[in-house]
């Protein structure tokens, strides 16, 4: 990832201010560009996420899945745990969700501290398991694998006992991928 190297920490200091007098007039793209940007950059300023996170809320029903991913992933970078903005995304209907755009998600809200056994995060992470099993196919390895390790480090499995279904369905496609790549190493060989 970038960093804002120490020549560039005054000047996008001397802008914070600016861009947080024109968040009321933002538009949800420019919301969640200025907040990846903050997060690929690590600029910390409290006073503007805060803004870009109060903001992002009043329209949250409005943006897209890959506006609502990015903006978790952004909050997930920076460590910004806003209770309110944490509640409204444990709701977001997933439904529209691709599988890149599900695994950089759950990858977020995994990455806040979310954890299965508390009753949200148990909701959330099972609509994010029931949606994988309907995915699966459309992962692609590095979904794999964010995948796995969200749902570990969320602690989340099913109560019901037997084979967790999304692990199930990660694994398949893990020796999908496997599979593939043999193919073509030995395609490659030949």
């Known amino acids: 990832m970038a960093e804002a190297s120490a020549i560039h920490m005054p000047f996008l200091k001397t802008l914070a201010p600016f861009a947080r007098s024109r968040l009321p007039e933002a538009n949800v793209q420019e919301m969640t560009q ?7 950059l690590e600029f910390h300023d409290e006073a503007l996420l ?49 599988a890149q755009q599900l695994a950089l998600f759950a990858w977020a809200l995994a990455r806040l501290g979310l954890r299965g056994a508390a009753s949200a995060g148990e909701s959330a992470f ?21 995948l796995a390790w969200c749902f570990a480090a969320a602690a989340y499995s099913t109560r019901a006992g037997g084979e967790p279904e999304h692990l199930l369905a990660l694994a398949a496609q893990a020796q999908q991928h496997v599979a593939e790549l043999e193919a073509q190493h030995v395609a490659n060989r030949a």
């Not at 200025?34 to 690929?40: D, E, F, R």
């Not at 805060?50 to 506006?67: E, I, N, Y």
């Not at 099972?126 to 964010?146: D, F, M, W, Y």
Request: net charge neutral; proline share 4%; with cysteine.
């Open 34 to 40: 200025l907040a990846w940007a903050m997060a690929t």
């Open 50 to 98: 805060d803004a870009l996170l109060t903001s992002s809320l009043k329209s949250l029903d409005t943006f897209s899945p890959a506006q609502l991913a990015g903006l978790a992933w952004s909050c997930a970078r920076l460590i910004k745990k806003n209770s309110l903005l944490l509640d409204a995304l444990l709701h977001v209907d997933l439904a529209p969700f691709d």
């Open 126 to 146: 099972g609509r994010i398991a029931t949606k994988v099993v309907e995915l699966h196919a459309e992962l692609r390895p590095q979904s794999v694998s964010n």
